[in-house]
């Protein structure tokens, strides 16, 4: 089955920790976002991705870091000077055959006590 | 910054009833999406709308788009249990090809 997917579900970590945050899609496309949800509020997005080897900060993008080595994988990293991560995380991909609807993974919901 | 913007209302209703929820945006858009979130999963694209289109169905789903008046409505029909959800609309603005979500509709169908 083709999809996107985010590992671990849940994740717990100790401030002052750095975190990375999977997203693996074997969808073959080429379009990657990360998406931050708190509660109550809508997404809001942190980095994304329209090609390998090149990514593009969103409206929230201090204190998270990613890569884009290959076209299947977009990690990101929660690091320590992100000052209020914790929150549901989302990963979503688009293709070139439907580039405005995008396709999510399951979430990841991070803890930082 | 976010374009789509839900009345923030979360919505209570019988099954077999139906449901509708709005969505304002600030800007001139390309097209407007609506998305559904089951409790603690990813979102799932539902239908998509272009600036051009007025009305647009998909199955039980019916969405109108204004954009005189930069609205939008979700009208699910004979809605279900399993249409328990938050439902949330995303434009792209011109211009650009960044997707920004409103805040969400909860609605919850009583079996």
């Known amino acids: 089955d083709g999809g996107i997917t985010q590992s671990p579900k849940y994740l717990f970590r100790k401030e002052g920790q750095n975190v990375t945050l999977s997203c693996e899609q074997n969808?073959?496309?080429?379009?990657m976002y990360w998406y931050r949800q708190d509660p109550g509020q809508g997404l809001r997005l942190i980095y994304y991705?329209?090609?390998?080897?090149?990514?593009q900060k969103g409206d929230i993008a201090e204190g998270y870091s990613v890569s884009r080595e290959k076209k299947e994988s977009f990690p990101l990293t929660v690091t320590s000077a992100q000052k209020n991560p914790t929150a549901f995380y989302l990963c979503a991909s688009t293709g070139t055959g439907s580039p405005y609807e995008q396709y999510f993974g399951p979430g990841t919901r991070l803890t930082v006590t | 910054s976010q374009q789509g913007e839900e009345d923030p209302q979360a919505l209570s209703i019988q099954e077999g009833e139906n449901a509708t929820m709005n969505c304002s945006y600030k800007t001139s858009i390309n097209n407007l999406q609506w998305y559904r979130q089951n409790s603690g999963r990813g979102l799932v694209h539902l239908i998509l709308?272009?600036?051009?289109?007025r009305e647009k169905h998909s199955g039980r789903l019916r969405v109108t788009l204004d954009t005189s008046k930069k609205s939008s409505s979700l009208l699910i029909t004979a809605s279900r249990a399993a249409d328990t959800a938050s439902y949330f609309c995303?434009?792209?603005?011109?211009?650009?090809?960044?997707?920004?979500f409103g805040k969400g509709n909860q609605v919850v169908v009583i079996p």
């Open positions: 969808l073959n496309h080429d379009a």
């Open positions: 709308i272009r600036s051009n289109e």
């Open positions: 991705s329209q090609i390998v080897n090149d990514f």
């Open positions: 995303a434009t792209i603005p011109y211009g650009n090809n960044r997707l920004a």
